[in-house]
């Protein structure tokens, strides 16, 4: 069976307020990357690629650097598509990580196409079966905010059911530390409490980092640094027993391959919409297994990222929990699909059926038109 099309569509849903802000700047708009294959017989799959605070660039990218390349190649051939798509676009005169970002989004689609072909969930073609998966608190949610409506906050999620949530920190170890320490101490040890510096932190702050994780029993510390620096990872690693976790800015299998080998990181956090895929986070996370390393993939935030990852994390050994974005305003979670993953008891399953699973309702996009531009602005 043939790709007889593929067809990539930007959408955006701006804010009347500011949302949320952390260490990344205000979030002004929710954006995603829709990519849509339609085979011979008419058979459709769905992906999503990262928005990479240019979402009108990467749908360009996947309409009219990717399309032309693989269009009438074999639906079920993701090995030689991927592989047309890095040697033409990523390694040579190409786009380089945003070419990869594009073709996570098309390794997607192809296997909710592949899974409806072959009528099999995404799961079972990964070699897994349908699992609970533990769910945590994350996306954009818990920002920069002062400690009585960040324990508000908090408390909502533990209302709702979760075991596990992620604090936003970067702004300053010392105010990081009293924001950890009041979830702490108001919700007790039972809460498991990561961290995450969206790369705000400097090599100087890796002993008060390092301090507070450790007083607090942080469940992790979340990209404390820049994607390059490595050796910050690895000075980190030294002062602390915390686990270290990073990737949902490193991209393909050849930068978590140095991540591994120098054994900066204790969690790897591929994001299947920007990494390569599920095919190409499923290598990943093979490979992370060798080196006795656990899986937490990063979430895009919509119902195709949520059931990739949790599609992704339903077939790998060493999957340790599944991101939840629980932002007070997100269409492309709630309503791109009739059937999003829902949480019980404190976890998360696949969808059943072929494919990802879902039921998309790209009606609800019609009202959601592309606006260009970064979602975050600067802090």
């Known amino acids: 069976m043939r790709i007889q099309r593929i067809e990539a569509t930007a959408h955006s849903h701006p804010f009347d307020a500011v949302a949320l802000s952390f260490g990344v700047g205000r979030n002004v708009k929710r954006d995603m990357v829709l990519v849509k294959i339609v085979a011979e017989d008419g058979t459709t799959g769905y992906g999503e690629a990262h928005h990479a605070l240019a979402p009108t660039a990467i749908a360009e990218i996947v309409n009219y650097s990717i399309a032309p ?58 070699g897994g079966t349908r699992k609970r998966i533990p769910a945590y608190a994350g996306g954009l949610s818990l920002g920069f905010q002062p400690l009585p409506s960040l324990e508000r906050e908090v408390q909502a999620i533990v209302d709702r059911g979760y075991k596990a949530i992620k604090l936003r920190v970067g702004q300053d170890p010392r105010i990081d530390s009293e924001r950890v320490g009041l979830v702490r101490r108001q919700f007790g040890d039972h809460l498991k409490i990561a961290v995450d510096a969206a790369t705000r932190y400097a090599m100087v702050d890796a002993r008060e980092i390092a301090r507070y994780c450790e007083k607090y029993e942080v469940w992790w510390i979340e990209e404390p640094f ?154």
Request: contains cysteine; charged residues 20%.
């Open 69 to 126: 390349l693989i269009c009438g190649m074999d639906c079920l051939d993701r090995e030689g598509i991927f592989d047309r798509i890095y040697r033409s676009q990523v390694q040579t005169h190409g786009t380089g990580t945003a070419a990869v970002i594009a073709a996570s989004g098309v390794d997607i689609a192809l296997l909710d196409l592949a899974g409806k072909i072959l009528k099999q969930p995404v799961y079972a073609l990964l």
């Open 226 to 379: 820049t994607p390059d620096n490595l050796d910050g990872y690895r000075l980190l690693k030294r002062y602390t027993a915390t686990p270290v976790a990073a990737g949902e800015n490193h991209f393909t299998k050849q930068a978590f391959r140095e991540l591994l080998r120098l054994g900066a990181v204790d969690i790897v956090q591929a994001d299947c919409t920007k990494a390569g895929g599920i095919t190409e986070v499923k290598k990943i996370a093979d490979m992370a297994a060798a080196y006795h390393v656990r899986v937490a993939p990063h979430t895009s935030q919509s119902a195709l990222s949520s059931a990739a990852n949790l599609h992704l994390l339903s077939a790998i050994p060493n999957a340790l929990v599944h991101e939840v974005d629980l932002a007070p305003v997100n269409p492309f979670r709630d309503n791109l699909a009739r059937n999003p993953p829902e949480l019980v008891d404190g976890g998360m399953m696949a969808p059943a059926g072929d494919g990802l699973g879902l039921e998309i309702d790209e009606q609800v996009l019609k009202g959601l038109p592309a606006v260009p531009g970064p979602c975050y602005l600067p802090p």
